[in-house]
């Protein structure tokens, strides 16, 4: 087991260091009630608007990503997802294969874009 020494050349185990800085903590905290509790207020009561806004970027993030790799193929009436955001000319590459007739999904699997 490790052992540490303190400023005054004793030596200590871990345990009893932990022991100490709770100790020091909890003398700090009970100095210095007055300051601590409107911060800790404040914090308590930040937290759940914190988590909203998180929670939204994260969903307009997922949203956005949905929304630049899936194709809907009318004729199916289905989502297909692909590897990457599609490009213009991923686009046009995919519109020239559906006005010659080839399904999108096969027209995607062929362009090696489709999500396996």
């Known amino acids: ?3 540490y020494i303190n400023i005054h050349g004793e ?14 903590v909890a003398k700090w905290v009970e100095e210095n009630k007055r300051i601590i ?11 759940p608007s914190i988590l909203k806004a998180a929670n939204k970027r994260a969903e307009i993030k997922e949203d ?7 194709v809907y193929d009318h004729s199916l009436g289905c989502y297909w997802e692909t590897k990457k955001d599609l490009c213009g000319r991923d686009l ?5 294969r559906k006005m ?7 027209a995607l699997e062929n362009m090696n874009l489709l999500k396996k």
Do not use: D, H, W, Y
Not at 92 to 96: F, Q
């Open 64 to 70: 956005k990503i949905r929304r630049t790799r899936t």
């Open 37 to 47: 509790i409107p911060i800790v207020t404040v914090c308590v009561m930040s937290i």
């Open 11 to 24: 030596k200590l185990s871990f345990k009893e260091k932990v022991k100490n800085k709770c100790a020091k």
């Open 92 to 96: 046009l590459e995919i519109e020239r």
């Open 100 to 106: 010659a007739g080839q399904p999108l999904g096969e």
């Open 1 to 3: 087991m490790a052992t």
